[in-house]
């Protein structure tokens, strides 16, 4: 029994142990605090929220807590099927405002709230109100406002009452009215009911303003938006109809009124109908129409319609014009005449316009007329051939009509241009030059008669035609100014230049042109008369090498002797019929080695390429021992001979002429030649020393630069001369006028006086082509010179001229007039025998010969000094 309680014991100490570690192992579901719904964190029980907050604004932040300190982490859903406004964060507990609030859809939001600390989950259900913001205008019920009233409603009558609801809360919800001001408003509203009221000392007027549109204001008592604060309002529109009410007469319609009768009506037609209409177009009474007075028993009027007809014809009426007073009267109810207008009907009893206008001529109505005349007449002449008459048998503005000419602008005019019933019918020129035989024989237009105040606008139209004869007033005109031709100079006589043409547009003989030639060359050529074809004379040559331009003038004449000239230039062309031609078939040549000689052949042809020349060697001997250039004739050694000795090695001969035939052929078709024989004497060149001989040197192929060298020297000499001469002179004259020593000057005897003295320059001939560009012993020059002025005679010295007489302000009576001494001379060269040959060898003068001159020169100008004065 004792170990049984002992087991009994030991079971429940090891119950009750068991017992209290689950109790300590217990574990507590975490909660939200409850701050009430004035607060901003908690369990979001109650909470508000206004409809005007942003979305994505922070608006609440849960809060909660675990009994075990655990971390806990935060939910928010929404019932399946509504809008999600908000979003938490899990870890903050920070709830976002995601959707736009609107109270007046939807005022209350619930929300399942939910904390869990990872093992126990809370959640909640709580509600969160959406509160009111001024965000809705207020909205006008049972639109449109439209409301039909009478015109004579008094004023103050209330007439309409509008409505409008604001959903907002508060001082938002409530609506004030008040119309939009107007400066012809006639009408009021209360602000509080939305009462319309006719307005005070305003009435209605249908005829003036059948209706009004109003503009009614809906204004809420304003709130807080979005912090700050707002007035919304709407507007309306109130469209008041006003009904026609029996107060207007009635007036007629498109006065004044006018009417006609015309010679074909008969009774019972139609002259005009009245119209008249109720002033109250809104409830228009139908109208009764009457005479009153003015028809004089022939005129009767439908009391229904207005229409008023004839009655009788017209013949039997008494008056021009009639004034008819009409009478629209109301009917009204009992067919009861009311309100009623009165009118005047002027009645004109008139032509009808049932003729148009007609032309005449002697014989009658007549569409054409027709005339024959000389062109050109004078501007402002009258064609007095026609005969025309124009007519309109109606009466007054009926007959009133205007004349036209139609055709050529500006060549001839009307008069008159405005016809009343009947004129005659004047045609005037006005531009000569459209009358012109040359532009058409004839011309034609068309005289337009139309009728011009009428409705029917009658016309009528008749053909001028004008013959024109033709006179000569065309002059002869050539188809160019100038005509350019060109013929071959080898053409035989009668060939054909060229064809001119001159047109004369008159008829008839004046038409006709016969042409002639003249002027400087034209006796060169002729002209056909009729066809203007040029050619030469039978007997003429032309040459172009003899002349190759003519130009003559070629005249054109009719019968009565009216003329035009045109110019004609004839050019010659150059054929090729002259060969090239050497001076001589024989050319001798003197050629220095390195130095090319020139052989020239002319072509008289006039032009190119008949006169150019090209060269070439047909035959050499030696052979292959020269090149020619083919443009200039320029004969040069081959390249490898370059000294004597080579020349002689080539011909093993001391005599170093060699021998080619040139040919110059010309570039002509058919082309020409020619050929010479040219004899070259080959030397070489001996180096001079010396400005005047370098400058002989570079002329040898120039003797005529050589020779005026030469003269220029001479020139200078005598200017030097002459200028001294005058130098003594003055220092004379100066002297004696000082001094008082005279000096006595005796002329020489006449017959002692000496000959004048010629210069005869020697004339050098060089057997040896190559001596005359040699130097020379001095010495031995000198001899020669001595040895030929020794058989030769010497020249006296030159004589002074006569004195000039003494000057005659200067001298004294007691003195004696003195003599001024001055030298000249004459120089004479001795002709050559051959012009050519002389040319050529005037240049090889050497510089020894030159220098012997002005030494001579310069000792007969002292002795001719020294003979003047003892």
Known sequence: MKKEKKTHALLFLLLLHLSWGKIWQMDYAPYFYDNGPSSTNGNMALFSISEDTPVGAQVYVLNGTDPEGDPVRYGLTFEKGSKEYFRVDSKSGNVTLIQELDREKQSEISVLVSVTDGRNKVTETVRVFVTDANDEPPEFQNLPFIVDIPEDTAPGTSIFRVQAIDKDMGSGGSVSYYLQNSPFAKFTIDGHSGILRVKPGETLDYETTPTHFVTVVAKDGGGKYKGRHQVMTSTATITVNVMDAQ????????????????EVSVPGSEIFTVYAKDGDQGNPRPMHYGIINGSDGVFDINSTSGCITLTTFPSLLRNELYEIKVKASEVGPDNQLGDFDITTVTVRVVDLNNHPPTFYGENGPQSKFEVTMYEHPPAGEILRGFKITVNDSDQGANAKFKLRLVGPNRVLRVVPQTVLNEAQVTIIVEDASGIDYEKGPTLSFKLLAVEIDTPERFSSTADIVINLLDTNDNVPKFTSEYYIARVPENSPGGSSVVSVTANDPDSGGWGEVKYTIYGSGSDLFSIHPSTGLISTQPWTSLDAEVRSKYNFYVKAQDSEGKYSLAEVFVTVLDMNDHPPEFDENLLEKTMIIGTPVRVEAVDDDAESPNNVIEYSIMKADP????????????????????????????????????????????RGSPSFSTTAVVNIDITEATHLNGPMAAFLFRSRDNPMKALGMVIGIISVLVGVTVMISTAIYMRNSKSNRIMPARRIIKRRPRDQQPPPWINKMPVFKFNNPAAKFAVGDPEASTREDSSSSASRPKPPPPSAPCLPPPPPSNTRPSERPRAVPTISGALAS?????????????????????????????????ESNKGMYY
């Open 247 to 262: 107060d207007m007469p009635p007036s007629f319609v498109g006065t004044p009124y006018f009417g006609y009768i015309y």
């Open 830 to 862: 001795k002709g050559s025998k051959k012009a050519k040959s002389g040319r050529r060898k005037e240049g090889n003068i050497s510089s020894a010969l030159v220098s012997e001159l002005k030494m001579k020169l310069e000792q007969k100008i002292i």
């Open 623 to 666: 052979d292959n021992a020269f090149d020619i250039n083919a443009e200039t004739g320029e004969i040069n050694l081959k390249p490898y001979i370059k000294s004597m000795e080579i020349v002689q090695n080539i011909t093993k001969q001391k005599d170093c002429t060699w021998s080619l035939v040139v040919q110059a052929r010309d």
